[in-house]
């Protein structure tokens, strides 16, 4: 899945970049293209090795979740690589990594 999904990275971003400038319609045209490849599980355009390691942002992979949970149902696709997504990072998450780094021992005296 993260393979698949770099790959629809690649292409999304292009797109996205060029929509936010101006509207370039091959770019929009090769992204919507690689998307419905990959949901139809047919192979995709290759995508460099250092992208494929970034792993998503946060609020992709929560953004990735919620919408594999919609749409797994029309695209079996989604559902075969769902687990190789990394869980979103919550506020829960990181609130009970801060508290178990507290110390509930007093600090040692102040010594002059």
Known sequence: MTLLLAKLWSKAHSYL???????DLPSICDAAQECVRAL?????A????????????PAAQETLHNTIS?????????????????????????????????SMHPPPPFIR
């Open 17 to 23: 970049h060029s929509s936010l400038f101006s509207y």
């Open 70 to 102: 919609i749409q797994q149902t029309h695209w079996p696709v989604l559902t075969r690589f769902a687990h190789t997504i990394a869980a979103p990072h919550t506020e829960t998450d990181e609130t009970c990594t801060r508290m178990a780094g507290l």
């Open 40 to 44: 139809l599980g047919d192979p995709i």
């Open 46 to 57: 290759p995508i460099s090795s250092a992208e494929l390691s970034r792993p998503p942002c």
